[in-house]
């Protein structure tokens, strides 16, 4: 019999140490990926609404909501994607307001909201939004004093919408 000779491999040929080194190494890299993208992610809500805390609770003012409702108000939202022009027709009982506004709400990026104010001209009230329609929306339509609302969404490729009040009437 002979003795058998034994080979040692250096370390760094083992499988089992990579294997070992290979799992921590991707999760501190996971880890301070996240840590960027947090960083790097502004700061802004992506819902612009006043919300009270109480408790463990969120409540909002629904206010505005429950005027449009009570009015039975409703409009429609037509936009001109190449020029950005707003046009806003509300049909039934008018507002009086001279001026309203349009809110475009980014979904996850407070900092790319755009707020568009809209005239009086006859029966409807025109205006121009320059932010960039080519991604989807959500709407508000207010009073300049904040007295009604509306929402909606704004699908990408769609030019023309209907707003309505958030709850539903009385």
Do not use: C
């Amino acid at each position: 019999m002979t003795p058998e000779i034994e080979h040692k491999r250096p370390w760094y040929r083992e499988p089992m140490v990579w294997l070992m080194l290979a799992l921590p190494a991707a999760a501190v890299i996971a880890g301070l990926t996240t840590v960027a993208i947090a960083v790097r992610a502004s700061g802004d809500d992506a819902v612009p609404e006043s919300v009270r805390r109480t408790a463990q609770m969120q409540v909002a003012d629904l206010a505005a909501d429950r005027q449009a409702a009570q009015r039975k108000l409703r409009a429609l939202m037509q936009v001109t994607r190449s020029t950005g022009a707003v046009r806003v027709s509300i049909p039934g009982d008018t507002p009086n307001d001279d001026r309203i506004e349009l809110h475009f709400i980014h979904a996850t990026d407070g900092a790319l909201d755009a707020t568009a104010v809209l005239v009086r001209s006859g029966d409807v009230w025109l205006g121009r939004i320059d932010a960039p329609l080519d991604r989807p929306w959500a709407l508000l339509l207010t009073a300049a004093d904040g007295a009604w609302r509306l929402q909606g969404s704004l699908p990408i490729g769609q030019d023309s919408i209907a707003l309505e009040p958030a709850i539903a009437g009385e």
